[in-house]
Each structure stands twice: as C-alpha cells, then as structure tokens.
C-alpha cells in the first residue's frame, strides 16, 4: 500500500525489550506504554530522515524531536516508522508524493485521501494502533473519511507545531488517527498543551479527555448546514444518509437545526489564497543552502543556484502552490485577493461565534464523495480542491473537527460524519463522539 516511507523496525524491537524491561523491574508505566505508533513525514523525530515526501528535503536528519513526538515517547510510545504523505501536505489524494502514491487498503485502484493518506491506510490495514498526521485544510479527517478510520483535528493552539514541517502556519494542526474514541482521546490529551517553543501554543489546561466517554451523555444542540448538505457537489447517497441521521439524533432527543450558512461558497478560495500565500513564504527556506538537498549542478553560479536547486527539488503541485502565493501576495493582486479572503476569514469566525452562541456543535459530511480512483482529478486542481470542501471550514475558524466513520456506501465504501465543536471543546467533542460510535454501527473498522 506504500504507507510507510521508512520503517525502524530493529529501533521499535529494542525499544519494545527495554519497555519490557521497566515494567517488569516494577517501575511505573507511561499512559502509552508500548502503543505502536507511525507518523506523518513531516514530523521530526531526532536522528531520523524526514523529507515532507519532497525531493528537496533528501538527506535531511532534524536535530531534536517534533514536541508532540517528544511527548509520546516521553509516555512509552513506539514510533514505529514514517508515513506517506503528499509532498509538503499539500493535496487530498495522497498522488504528490516522491516516493509514490498510497493505495487505499480496501481497493488499490482508489487513494487513501490526502495529505496524511500514509497516517490514514496506516490504521485501516492494521498497521500500528494510533497514528498522527497533520491537518491543515482536512488533511487528517478527509482520509479518515475515505478510509473508514476515525481522524481528529485539534482546535488551533491545542497541540505544539514545534517540529512540524509548516505548510501554513495560521492553519497547521497536528491531528491523531485511530480505531476508536478512548484510543484518540488518551494521545490527543498526551500531545495537548502549552509549549514554551510554539508561540501560538495555547496556556489553557488541558482536561482529563478520557474520562466520562461511556454512557449516554447529555443531549446537545446541533446544528447542520443547510448549503452543506444542499451543495450540488455532495453525493446523493451520502445528503440522504446524513439527513436520516440527522433525523435520528433528533429523535434520539437532541436539539437538532438546520441553519443557513450562505458563505459556503467562499470558503475554498479563502482556504486556498491563505494557504499558498503562507507556504509561499514558509517554503522560502528550502534553499539547497540550510536544508535537503542540493542541485546536482554544483558549478551553478547565484542566483540560478537557488533557481536550480528549487526546481530540481520541488514537484509540480508544490510549484503550483508557491506560484499561486507569489502571486497573490504581490503588489498590485495583494488587495484583490489576500485582503479580501483574510476578511472572508474574519467574517466566517463572527459567524461561527454566532452559531456557538445557540448550538454545541455544527455537523456536516466530511468529504462531498467517497474515496475517488487514483488519477480522476491529478490533472484537474481546481476539482481536487473541491474537495476540500467540508473541511477547510474548521481550519479557517480554528476549532475542532473530527470524522466519525459511521456508513457505508452502497459502492461499498465507508464514508463519514464530521462534528465540529467551538475551540478548545474537545472534550464534548470526544463525549458525543464516543456516544455516536458506540450507537451507530453501520461501518464496522476492522480489528487490528
Ligand atoms: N487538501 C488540502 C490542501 O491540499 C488540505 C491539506 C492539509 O490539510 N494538509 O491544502
């Protein structure tokens, strides 16, 4: 399936004997001790290669450890190896990757998803217990959702970006993968907190995540899209299926509404002038000088060395990207574009402020279709964007998101629901989450 790009499997036996060792010698034990875990190219894991699946960062070890990494060996983790990805995150097929495309384990002729579609097929093949990915516009939970696995995205602030390779950096979250809710909750609470070397790193205590998952939980005020489920992109088969839930929650006594939400159609350009405007600029640092690799021209005077180097190392979706930012952000298209989608981003928070003044969550699909072949939309960007759709939302605001892989699609595919809660709820994000898994059983995730 091409999930892993490098294993370090002697490392993960060694490590396993000495974890052993401790608990027998009676020593206490941390709250993941011995949980095999794979993460996403694009965290730094001291000593290990990392290369965001580019061609430019070849060669590259990072000197110290991701804080989230840190955090979950600190707890007796296993990182087990790294994991596909599309180069840099960007993309929702998992196609833009050096080392090759991932295969969705249910039907090789399908994509995993993107960015994180490694982290993704990783827990849908059984591959390790939990794994981490990185969301940045849904690239965490739109693979959840073309997988059949669970995927969460932290509000903004939740976990350290500190070692993680930045795509957009008023976006980027780390976000954790999984077979069930107690699993995500217990490393979503390990990674969460305030670090002293991530600036936008919120102070706020983190809650006890794991605790009060089971029994029926309160009823919440939910609220759905009504545009989301109307949009003419969204699969039929999946507008009815969430419609029916939707009617189910309500009969199973939640307060459930359907509220306009008339800016659903600004939401990916928004998302994607951001984006390329901050990676333009983040990606400035892949030079050939600090990092990676070098162009193979080593008589290459400046500047063409940079030129070079670049476009050696860069591939054609990345490119696009950097083009794009470049674009957006210079003088002249500045105000028509960067301006006007940071105001869409303002405007979209005062609604969303809005929308948590009355419900506790908003819900909506996931994903507009179920795991599409691989190269249906490679050389259509705009149509990948697309869908993009029902995720970037929550990334744009800032708040939590996870998908829930509750159906199955009558082309045999799972699909899922996506719950949103206002920032820094995760924990009745993960209560109600825990309920609905444990009610609805239409997709059952394979056993490890
Ligand atoms: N598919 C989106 C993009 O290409 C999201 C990527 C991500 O979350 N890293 O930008």
Redesign the pocket.
Known sequence: MNAFVRVYAKEALEIADRLDQERMEGNPIGKLHGVIIGIKDVLCYKDHPLTAASRILEGFNPLYNATAVEWLLKEGAIILGHLNC?EF????SNENSVYGRVKNALDPGLVPG???GGSAVAIQAGLCMVSLG???????R?PADFCGVIGFKPSYGRVSRYGLIA?ASSFDQIGVFGRSIPDISVVAGVISGFDPKDSTSSRRAVPEYTEGLDGPGPKYRIAVLKEALDHPSLDPEIRDRIRGFVADLRSNGHLVEEISFDLLDFIVPA??IL?TAEASSNLARFDGVRYGRRTSDPQAPYPAFYAKTRSEGFGKEVKRRILLGTFVLSSGYYDAYFTRAQQVRKILASRTRLIFNKFDVILSPTVPTTAFRAGEKISDPVAM?L??LY??YA?LVGIPGISLPLFRHSNGMPFGVQVMTNQFQELPLFKLSCNLMQQYKSYEIPAL
Request: cysteine-free; charged content about 10%.
């Open positions: 599309d995150a960007m993309g929702s993107g960015s994180s990185s969301d940045t516009g849904g690239s965490v739109q795509y998302y994607y984006t964007y869908a993009d995720t970037v990334n």
